[in-house]
């Protein structure tokens, strides 16, 4: 609309300045025009009410996020309404529209419904809602924000693993998945032992009861569970590639299904993870466990705010040495190979996740020659020093180009023969 006021001044300037009644003449329907809209256009006063739900606050790699946005006017009739559910950087529409065209009168409601997903885990804020409204003519237009926001939790992606092996190697007083050679509850004999008023029936051993002058009972041996703290170390030094493609993304996800199947055998597991902040999440059982463990994975960025070499100090403080110790780390620093074997010298059992950095590497642009013959010596170099500190800790050198379940079905043996 100023626009066009100011292009109708204009030729009525013009036109007088020039003296041609043709200029002026064509100002006036402009002019007249302008006149009439104001009089009969009203003033919108925007008014509206805004309502954000969902199915679901959390979702996981590859799944969608469904949501519903409604609008409520509350203020006069507004003839051409425009509304943008602003969604951010890293999720993508993945069906339906966050964009509304409609008339809405006052005391009307319209909604729309979509579905976004990302990329890769993290924390996506939908928002602010954006809404315009014109009027009849098209030229009144006037704008406004809305501050409603929706936080969007994307959890890495969790494969099942069968069970492995890798099992606190300290079992303590509760049930768990981890096989002792004393007696308690389990389901693999141990031995024989007087019967005893509390036992139940089903315990009587009757073949060897009818041998002996009392009854005998079966004795089993004991399943217990055990402590486990992970260490996710997604530093700036530790960072390769773009995610989803990076070694901080491979880590995580790592560290995800490590982190389940211990709460599946029903371990107590805990986190750190370093990177813009120190995360830590203090050991627990169960599912909601595993949600407070996800949610500080995907919260957290690479970053370098606590020096790793104070994490072997850290962990002697606050926890026992029964504690088995899960370092995730591609290991591209000297600072993570001292740190590991250090943990270890203080009698923690180590086991290192370890991504392997080179499947990230860019060669665009480079010598291919050169480019060879320089992975190949970092490779000699890494290879170098993953066999000297298995000397401290079980190492899984992993190739993110296979599965992880097939890595840990391989740490299994040397694992074991460790205990």
Known sequence: MALLGAFAIFLLLFGAGSRSPYLIAASVPVLLYIALVRLLARDPHLDFKVERTTKGQTVYEGEQAEFTLRIGNSGRDADVLEVVDTIPDGLRLACGTNRIFTSLQSGGQVEASYAVSAETFGVYRLGPVRIRSLDVSGLMVEEKSIESYFDVKVYPDVQYVSKVQIKPRNPRNWPGEILTRKPGTGMQFYGLRPYAPSDPLRRINWKASSRSPEFLSNQFMGEFGGDTIIVLDIRSASLLGVPPESTVAYGTRAAAVIAYRLLRDRNRVGMIALGDRLEKVRPGFGRRQFDRLLT?????????????????????LFFSRMTQIVLVTPLMDDKSYEVAAEISSKGYPVLVVSPSPFEFESREGKDERAERIAERLARLERETKVALLRKYAVVIDWNVKEPLSQALKQANIVWTRAK
């Open 296 to 316: 500080g994975m995907v919260t957290i960025k690479p970053g370098n705010i606590w020096e790793m070499g104070n994490l072997p100090g850290y962990l002697s």
